[in-house]
């Protein structure tokens, strides 16, 4: 009876997951499902957040950028954050991570006058979002927060 | 990073550059005199020039980290005719950042970044 349980318990629970789990060779892989924020009328982020990141995206990532679509130059690439955070331009290539900022006067200046400038509220993600904040050493005194994975849907503020 | 230096061959690389922060260079090196320092691979632009200019701006103007040496920095990471590559030591204040010619005999420029002074630093 018990293992009957058990199994209707971990059938529910794999029919939970199918739209996150596929299996590759005989492993499961974890596919990360793409959130995006939502905002009312007035442009406030749901879930609400009292504090937020920005991020000034260079010119190269302006066509993303315009649809608040974030994407690091590798999804599974092993570049560490103290080592993007130094802007080392082979390992750049090799980054998980987009850099984001505390500090809405530093994304200007990336952003430049005319650059595009997004936002996310901080705090945990969404249930199954496809990004999440990790620690910066911020040896440059940005106030810099990483992103680990693409984020679509941010907030774009300019 | 697929290089290493050790402290000792590092501090006598960059010895003669006059760049100095708050922690001199030789306290900040040696801080770990057994530890492998990680160089990066050796390429034309070792780091990206388009966010080092913006951190120019930004001391140019007056806001963040006190820095020394950004202005000769930026403009060697500029005009770069030869593949180099860097090398970033902190100790317990100063981070030196060091660009240093492909085969590791010749410390090529650096930059010294130490916090802000108390006036700039946010209230929160």
């Known amino acids: 009876m018990i293992a009957l349980i058990r199994a209707a318990v971990l059938a529910l629970l794999l029919s939970l997951l199918a739209p996150w789990v596929t299996s590759t060779a005989g492993a499961a892989t974890t596919v990360p499902t793409q959130v995006a924020y939502t905002y009312d009328a007035a442009g406030t982020p749901s879930p609400r957040a009292a504090s937020h990141v920005d991020r000034g995206p260079p010119a190269t990532s302006y066509d993303d950028a315009v649809q608040g679509s974030v994407i690091p130059r590798n999804l599974s690439g092993s570049t560490t954050a103290e080592v993007h955070n130094h802007g080392v331009v082979g390992d750049l290539a090799e980054s998980p991570f987009t850099s984001w900022t505390r500090d809405p006067a530093i994304a200007q200046r990336f952003a430049g006058d005319d650059g595009v400038i997004l936002r996310l509220p901080t705090g945990r993600p969404p249930a199954g979002s496809s990004w999440k904040f990790e620690w910066s050493p911020d040896v440059w005194f940005e106030d810099e927060v990483l992103v680990r994975g693409p984020v679509y849907g941010a907030w774009r503020i300019q | ?124």
Do not use: N
């Not at chain 2, 001391?59 to 930026?74: C, K, M, S």
């Open chain 2, 1 to 124: 990073m697929t290089s290493w230096i050790e402290p000792s061959g590092l501090l006598a690389l960059v010895e003669r550059i006059p760049v100095r922060g708050e922690e001199p260079a030789r306290d900040v090196i040696m801080r770990s005199p057994s530890e492998l320092i990680p160089v990066t691979d050796a390429t034309l632009s070792p780091l990206d020039i388009g966010t080092y200019e913006v951190r120019l701006k930004r001391w140019r103007q007056g806001d963040g980290p006190r820095l020394a040496g950004i202005e000769g920095f930026v403009s060697v990471l500029r005009t770069l005719d030869e593949p180099a590559r860097s090398v970033t030591v902190s100790g317990g204040v100063t981070t030196y950042v060091y660009l240093l010619d492909s085969e590791m005999t010749r410390a090529i420029a650096a930059v010294a970044i130490d916090p802000p002074s108390a006036k700039d630093m946010p209230c929160d």
